[in-house]
């Protein structure tokens, strides 16, 4: 084959390929790359919605460094990251790993753990906000009946509402990550276990030698799923607590959505989000970096 | 040039006349044609038929000026407002709470309404409420009409009032009478701490500010009438703080961190006999068959002040005259003794208007939120200040939640609170 034809050959694969990704990338820009780049320049503006956009250069950011508030929301967000990131994980691979023995029922089980994913949040959110009522809720009476019953609900005292909106951040999640773990466990080859097993092996052994090596990338996937969607929190908290009581549950998307919706500072809104940004991308880059050198082949 | 050519630039110039003529019709302009404005509102509840029903009475009346209303939740609309105010396909009449018409009047949105109130060419406005006109001044300029009044006034559950043994036609008058009927008006059977009825239902967030009249009655507040100044930090409002928080946190008499949703179903519940609120509560009380009575809030030591939640009309900016005089008649309307009539007789609500004749509100709840006592003794919260949301949510009410949870004491977090605010409307002067 002539190199011309081999090159008109390259060229028209180029081209379909580029078609087949047109939509996408159209998407792509307009969706995600555009709103991120006019974010960037709006958190260097003073910016109302109202009026146009006025240059403040890096004056947002020296401030919301200087910012208690800024910094209650941040030290929310990490306290919630570092409880349900973990948590969730963990309860998922427990689950993924129960759920994947045979036993009666277990097709119904599966269902039962996954079905809050598909869930509206906010549906989910006013569920617990009625169970959790001081008055009504149920299980405010369950509490009562072996003599738990808290002096006021759980979401109007700062100690006890976060953990309520973490518990709602787990038992949403649990099941979509469950399932990824199932699916990785399916694909890890039986004899493997089998040739484990006549080498003598325990269950735990097993588990640390062969399961948990071949499921590094779930691990890693859910992993990065589950520490950005800790971090980028807001559902729950909006309807739960709206950042009450005495905003102890406030975290930097609901700040961003205060700032930004409740009080027209879209600029400061904005300096909020691109720090958030940022503090994701490097999480999600040393997650890649660490589970990158654990992986494992067989 | 060629016939087709011609016929060509003959119908362009005709469609271009035609859409000239469309466009000075539709909008009013400079030639008298119909007009047609759209107005936004949040009137959700049971008060939404009524207003509805004024609105197509006015449409009914004339065929000069045509109303179109969009209901949208409150939250919603100030949202949309947002996007909406800088195009030409926003609203051009608006209904907003008179605490957040500042904020968007400082923007330059909003078109002053001075030339409503200027002389009788609509009304006599001298009629109107001077509490409900005074809500919508930003900076020396009006810039609304008053759409409704809310007074919150005190609810008292008749039926608990007698089964704690007290009069059920005495409800308390003053905070000492209040304090004295907290013992018979708590009830712990278990007594575990956690009353099974409360004496009051009042929430903290998310609610109509009920926390800001105690502070004014207890001779303090959050910011100073002429709104230039911060009140957190004055000894008289950590004073009238401190003396709620104490009877929230030792006498529970309340549940604290309720929403103002919360509260109004405790007490519709009958799980506390008192709540304060606005007229818009009577409709579900009332279906609700509770035995109940309206009054004037308990005084304070240092004032009586009720809180008026005023809900105003504004026009937009980019209303031409003709539209603005549209909008101005069609106010008049609203503000006539008939529609103000049948404002009040099927909501509940006091009607704007002072000079209503005898005999025409008929509705109890409408008389007792409307008597002129009331009127006289309203006081708006927070209006004429354009950060006045951030004033209630961001700073008083954290630092208001954080006191009656006990992660703080008022003395601590009120004066510090109190420099925010001072920050705040130094910034907005």
Not at chain 2, 12 to 38: E, M, R
Not at chain 2, 143 to 158: A, E, I, S
């Amino acid at each position: 084959m002539s190199a011309r034809s081999t090159m008109s050959i390259h060229h028209r694969q180029a081209r379909a390929a580029w078609m087949f990704l047109a939509p996408g990338l159209l998407l792509l820009t307009i969706f995600t790359a555009w709103p991120l780049l006019r974010t960037v320049y709006l958190s260097l503006t003073d910016y109302n919605l109202l009026t146009p956009p006025e240059w403040v250069g890096l004056d947002n950011y020296r401030e919301l460094l200087a910012d208690p508030q800024v910094m209650n929301a941040f030290g929310n967000t990490l306290l919630y990251a570092v409880v349900v990131t973990p948590v969730t994980i963990g309860l998922a691979m427990l689950f993924a790993l129960a759920l994947n023995e045979r036993f009666f029922a277990r097709t119904l089980v599966r269902t039962a753990v996954f079905v809050p994913f598909v869930v509206s949040l906010a549906v989910i959110s006013i569920a617990f906000r009625f169970l959790l009522d001081p008055n009504y809720g149920l299980v405010t009476h369950w509490l009562s009946a072996i003599g738990l019953a808290p002096q006021q609900g759980a979401l109007a005292q700062p100690h006890t509402a976060m953990a309520a909106v973490m518990l709602v951040g787990v038992w949403k999640n649990v099941g979509f990550y469950m399932v990824m773990f199932l699916a990785g466990l399916q694909s890890i080859p039986r004899e493997l276990y089998e040739a484990a097993q006549l080498d003598g092996t325990s269950r735990l052994q097993r588990f640390r030698a062969v399961t948990l090596p071949l499921l590094s990338n779930q691990t890693m996937l859910v992993s990065i799923l589950a520490a950005t969607a800790s971090f980028q929190v807001f559902d729950q908290i909006k309807v739960m607590t709206n950042g009450g009581p005495a905003m102890s549950t406030e975290t930097l998307v609901v700040l961003v959505n205060r700032v930004g919706i409740n009080n027209l500072e879209f600029g400061y809104g904005s300096a909020v989000s691109v720090i958030l940004l940022v503090l994701i991308l490097i999480l999600s880059l040393a997650q890649y970096l660490y589970f990158g050198r654990r992986q494992v082949r067989y | 040039m060629s016939r087709t050519t011609r016929a060509t630039g003959a119908a362009v110039v005709a469609l271009a006349l035609a859409v000239g003529t469309a466009a000075c019709g539709d909008g009013g302009g400079s030639t008298d044609g119909p007009v047609t404005l759209t107005f936004w509102h949040g009137l959700t509840g049971p008060d939404g038929p009524a207003f509805q029903q004024v609105v197509d009475e006015f449409n009914d009346s004339q065929d000069e000026i045509t109303i179109e209303t969009e209901v949208l939740p409150w939250d919603s609309l100030y949202q949309q407002f947002l996007t909406a105010a800088t195009s030409d396909d926003g609203p051009d009449i608006v209904a907003m709470s008179g605490s957040r018409l500042a904020q968007y009047a400082e923007q330059g949105v909003l078109a002053p309404t001075d030339d409503f109130y200027a002389d009788t060419t609509y009304m006599d406005t001298s009629v109107l409420a001077d509490g409900a006109v005074q809500a919508s001044m930003y900076d020396g300029v009006n810039y609304g009409v008053p759409l409704n009044l809310g007074p919150v006034l005190l609810y008292w559950n008749k039926a608990l009032f007698a089964e704690a043994g007290l009069d059920p036609e005495a409800p308390p008058t003053t905070w000492e009478e209040f304090e004295g009927m907290l013992p018979a008006l708590t009830v712990d059977e278990n007594g575990d701490g956690s009353p099974e009825q409360y004496p009051l239902a009042v929430g903290d967030h998310s609610t109509v500010p009920v926390f800001p009249t105690f502070l004014w009655n207890g001779g303090g507040g959050v910011v100073s009438d002429d709104g230039t100044s911060s009140m957190l930090g004055d000894p008289a409002t950590v004073d009238a703080a401190q003396y709620w928080v104490d009877l929230v946190r030792e006498d529970r008499i309340t549940p604290v961190g309720m929403s103002g949703a919360d509260a109004d179903q405790l007490f519709q519940s009958q799980l506390a006999a008192l709540t304060l609120n606005g007229p818009w509560l009577t409709t579900g009380l009332t279906e609700a068959g509770l035995d109940y009575g309206v009054t004037r809030p308990f005084a304070g030591p240092d004032g009586d002040d009720i809180l008026g939640d005023v809900v105003s009309m504004t026009i937009s900016q980019r209303l031409d005259e003709a539209e603005t005089d549209a909008a101005f008649t069609f106010f008049a309307y609203w503000e006539s003794v008939e529609s103000q009539t049948t404002w009040a007789n099927e909501t509940g609500f006091p009607a704007v208007r002072t000079d209503m004749p005898d005999g025409a509100v008929t509705n109890e709840w409408a008389a007792i939120f409307g008597a002129p006592e009331i009127l006289d003794s309203v006081r708006p919260y927070l209006t004429g200040v354009p950060s006045s949301g951030e004033i209630n949510d961001d700073i008083f009410t954290p630092a208001l939640q954080s006191a009656l949870n006990g992660t703080g004491e008022v003395a601590d977090l009120f004066p510090p609170a109190g420099e925010q605010v001072q920050a705040i409307l130094d910034d907005a002067s």
